[in-house]
């Protein structure tokens, strides 16, 4: 072998070591569908002056027996978050999440808070469409999330069609603690009886990293069937069982939200009966 071919050999080598080394410190984007909050948003909000209380419980009937250190594996866990939320202007909504959760071994842990800032549309700008961004910081154990620290962008596009209620959340999670940016899309359709209730389908998922996708196998995917009852005023409730539809899912999912906005009344001048 000549010595050009021996430098030529050399410099190949060298430069699959530095590929293999840069592969291995490189930050990868975990696969985590939130599991405190399964909820997509359609782009609505709370009236100026109305605050708000959610309740979500989510309990992980039959999952994954096995998560990556420090995770804890989320077969049997259930999933507790307090979201009160205040309606600052007509299209502008601040909020805040409290999230507990109860182990398979019966321990409950405090997991967590999360802040979020909300924009939408108005029915001014259309009365069956609507669009937004949901911005949203929080701190997580690592136990319940690997990142711990992390930023949620939520866009929000959201469209009615006669009694179909149509929206999509294409989220992107970045890691504040270095570990990348993941994509985790969500949608609903829903059938809508106006005033009594609707019915329908959620989808959730995680693909991972924003440049380079996992194998469809190992990326989570999730379809609900859902109901919200729509006949009492100013309360929510959206009932789901949802099923997982990779080996990296998940196999089986319940939840529950209840929801109650308090709008403020207009001031007036007091009437006096005749």
């Avoid at 999912?253 to 001048?269: D, M, Q, S």
Wanted: hydrophobic fraction near 45%.
């Amino acid at each position: 072998m000549t010595r050009a071919a021996r430098r030529r050999r050399a410099r190949r080598s060298v430069g699959r070591v530095v590929v293999a080394a840069a592969l291995a410190v490189a930050p990868r984007a975990a696969l985590a569908v939130d599991a405190f909050e399964i909820q997509v948003y359609d782009g609505t909000a709370n009236p100026a002056g109305g605050a708000g209380l959610e309740l979500h419980v989510n309990d992980v009937a039959r999952g994954l027996t096995a998560a990556p250190a420090p995770e804890l594996a989320p077969n049997h866990q259930a999933h507790f978050t307090l979201e009160p939320s205040y309606g600052v202007t007509p299209n502008w909504e601040l909020g805040g999440y409290l999230q507990g959760a109860l182990r398979s071994d019966g321990a409950f842990d405090f997991a967590g808070a999360k802040l979020r800032s909300k924009l939408v549309t108005t029915r001014a700008w259309s009365s069956r469409g609507r669009l937004g961004l949901n911005v949203e910081v929080s701190g997580v154990p690592r136990r319940y999330e690997a990142d711990g620290w992390s930023l949620e962008l939520r866009p929000i596009a959201a469209r009615d069609v006669g009694p179909l209620r149509l929206a999509a959340n294409p989220i992107v999670a970045v890691s504040l603690t270095g570990g990348g940016a993941s994509f985790e899309p969500a949608a609903q359709a829903l059938y809508e009886v106006p005033g009594m209730f609707s019915l329908g389908l959620e989808y959730y998922a995680g693909l991972g990293g924003l440049v380079h996708l996992p194998a469809p196998r190992e990326q989570e995917h999730y379809l609900y069937e859902v109901a919200n009852l729509l006949c009492v005023r100013s309360f929510e409730l959206n009932v789901g069982v949802g099923e997982g539809l990779t080996r990296a899912s998940n196999a089986f999912v319940a939840k529950l939200i209840l929801g109650y906005v308090l709008e403020r009344r207009p001031r007036g001048p007091a009437v006096t009966a005749p």
